[in-house]
């Protein structure tokens, strides 16, 4: 019994104990790390066979870019923000959260959040009138700025593509390092699979995750997808000096404004239309009634001459019968 207790003493001795080795299989394979090089060690064929070539690790170094990219909004987002917010969660490993900021607060504060959780990024959704969507890209505090129009959002869980990727995977950047893993990140993996692309196309930048196919390198979409249409790019952080404008931008209650009086314009168009058609036929309606042929063998009649009295007619004399009785002497002599 005290050697059973003793033995139970001596492996959880061994657990806590750091760097330690466990009792292992003597006969077990010896494995042998060899760097990938030109030149290959020379041994023994006979210890080729006990041995396992194992290559060496992709990432070594240490973690020196420490950005890291908080991601939040304001209040009043919908849902489909909120999983568009997730994904790019999923999609950046060194970026953080936090609780929706309301709508009272100025942007100004957003510098300090950033400061509290220790971030030099910040990718920030401002939501207005419950259908409209900002996206301010910030390098806090110091800026410089960029505020876009979110369009045509369509989440990972939406599209259902076949792509996929390693999460926490570097990608290829073309465009903002803001949205690039930093290198041996804690939380990343040491593989390059998928590709971020920005293109400029219709004066707006339309992004697309892609992953890239081992075969023939060719790519398939993992979503999400969206639009951003530039508005401003300031110099500060959530604010400070105009330094860009993008004069083809149309704020979306303008555009909205344009779609109602185009379609009053379509109706107004209609009504004038139907009231022409009505005076046309009015105009142009012809009775059926009247036979016009109906009078071509009718012959007038003679002419009397109009005789005109140039002096007044002669009064008539009017005799009264005087032997004629009273109503009542009649009456009486019934």
């Keep these: 019994m005290r050697e059973i207790c ?15 080795q466990a009792p292992g299989n003597k006969k077990a394979k010896k494995a042998k790390f060899v760097a990938d090089t030109s030149e290959a060690p020379k041994e023994n064929e006979q210890e080729k066979t006990h041995e396992i070539t194992v290559p060496a690790p992709v990432s070594q170094g240490k973690w020196k870019n420490k950005e890291r990219v908080l991601i939040f909004s304001s209040r009043g987002i919908n849902y489909r923000t909120r999983h568009m917010m997730q994904d790019l969660r999923t999609m950046m490993p060194h970026s953080k959260a936090d609780t929706k900021m309301d709508r009272k607060d100025k942007l100004f504060v957003v510098n300090e959040v950033c400061e509290i959780k220790n971030c030099n990024k910040c990718i920030f959704f401002e939501a207005k009138k419950k259908q409209d969507l900002y996206m301010w890209i910030a390098n806090s505090p110091h800026g410089p700025s960029a505020k876009f129009l979110v369009q045509n959002i369509h989440t990972l869980a939406e599209l259902k593509m076949t ?19 930093p290198r041996y990140h804690p939380k990343s993996q040491p593989f390059v699979d998928h590709v971020f692309t920005f293109t400029i196309n219709d004066d707006r930048i339309w992004f697309r995750n892609y992953q890239i196919m081992e075969e023939d390198a060719a790519l398939v979409e993992i979503g999400p997808r969206f639009v951003l249409n530039l508005i401003k790019v300031f110099q500060g952080s959530f604010g400070g000096p105009t330094l860009f404008e993008n004069p083809n931008f149309t704020s979306p209650n ?47 009649a003679d002419e009397t001459p109009v005789l005109i009295q140039t002096e007044a007619p002669e009064p008539k004399v009017v005799k009264k019968n005087k032997h004629k009785a009273f109503k009542r002497q009649r009456m009486a002599r019934k």
């Design 6 to 20: 003793a033995g139970v003493k001596n492996m959880s001795a061994f657990k806590r104990k750091r760097g330690g």
């Design 254 to 300: 303008m555009h909205r404004r344009q779609i109602r009086l185009a379609a009053a314009a379509r109706v107004r168009e209609k009504q004038m239309v139907k009231e022409l058609q009505k005076l046309k036929r009015a105009g142009t309606k012809e009775d059926v009634t009247i036979d016009v042929t109906a009078d071509v063998f009718l012959t007038p």
């Design 163 to 181: 792509g996929n990727c390693l999460k926490g995977s570097r990608p290829l950047l073309s465009f903002d390092p803001t949205f690039s893993t």
